[in-house]
């Protein structure tokens, strides 16, 4: 007997095995253990400004990497694990990239689901947006040059800070954000509500509908480049592509990477590696290329 289709052409089973990026590359346990090994060189050889508060709560902190001079524009990292997961620690590798091209970076920390649901999760993310806006100057950074990035769910956070009415938010500029890379994010938080995930992230159709990018309109003309690997799941590469459609039909500048040979965690190599195509259109973004 066949299962029940409960998403698009997925049973329960298969579209858990869609959304499974650690079953579905089981030397996944290397590229973290690689990450680690090279943040600890990182942070040893950049002078970072390390758990900085942008907020109330002990996870509302962030780590600042300086330009080596300024003002230099800013790039904000977003981190991924299904919003349940990781630390903006095990990030610190991205600094050589983008510190050695001439940018300051800032990786972002964030209460996890469940401890606090998606709504807070995202306001937390703006909010850290609000304070690299009010003190770039002070880490040699250009408050006129934000820049975002994230992989996973950092990039569906990528396109909710693109989504922002920050004058409503914040009373900060439309322009706040002047380019993005989600990296193999997930945009329609429909089928993520529908498999194994949400057994800890319990969304609700309210949350979903509030917090899918594909739903939300950009605010402003600021450019988005969706990066996605070409050996990543179905529903990976269909998450970049609808985002792709939906955005580029209310006339945003859209750009798909898919990077061919590259699974969910190969994809954060390439982003680390300051010549690969990925990264080199970052750069060109913010001008540093």
């Not at 299962?3 to 590359?25: F, I, K, M, P, S």
């Not at 089981?26 to 907020?55: F, I, K, Q, S």
Request: net charge negative; charged share 20%.
């Amino acid at each position: 007997m066949n299962e029940e289709t409960l998403y698009r052409e997925y049973g329960r089973a298969a579209l858990d095995a869609q959304y499974d990026n650690r079953a579905a590359v089981p030397e996944h346990v290397e590229h973290h253990a690689g990450w680690t090994r090279d943040c600890a060189a990182a942070r040893g050889a950049y002078a970072g400004r390390l758990d900085v508060a942008y907020g109330a709560s002990a996870a509302e902190t962030l780590d600042v990497f300086p330009a080596a001079g300024g003002p230099a524009p800013v790039q904000v990292f977003f981190h991924g694990g299904y919003w349940m997961s990781r630390d903006k620690g095990d990030f610190s590798f991205l600094a050589p990239a983008f510190v050695d091209a001439g940018a300051a970076l800032v990786v972002v920390n964030y209460a996890l689901i469940p401890a606090v649901g998606m709504d807070e999760l995202v306001r937390q993310c703006r909010l850290s947006l609000a304070w690299v806006h009010g003190n770039a100057a002070s880490f040699g950074g250009d408050a006129r040059r934000i820049f975002v990035s994230g992989h996973s769910a950092g990039g569906h956070l990528v396109a909710m800070m693109m989504a922002t009415d920050w004058p409503a938010f914040a009373g900060l500029p439309r322009d706040l954000v002047k380019g993005g890379c989600a990296i193999s994010g997930v945009f329609d938080l429909e089928p993520v509500r529908l498999c194994y995930l949400d057994d800890t992230l319990g969304l609700t159709p309210a949350q979903v509908a509030d917090n899918s990018p594909v739903r939300l309109p950009p605010t402003s003309d600021a450019p988005l480049i969706l990066a996605v690997g070409g050996d990543e799941s179905d529903e990976f590469r269909r998450q970049s592509a609808d985002l792709d459609a939906a955005w580029s039909e209310r006339g945003a500048p859209v750009q798909v990477m898919e990077r061919p040979g590259l699974n969910h965690f190969t994809i954060l190599a390439d982003f680390a590696d300051r010549e690969s195509p990925l990264t080199q259109a970052v750069l060109a973004q913010m001008g540093l290329a």
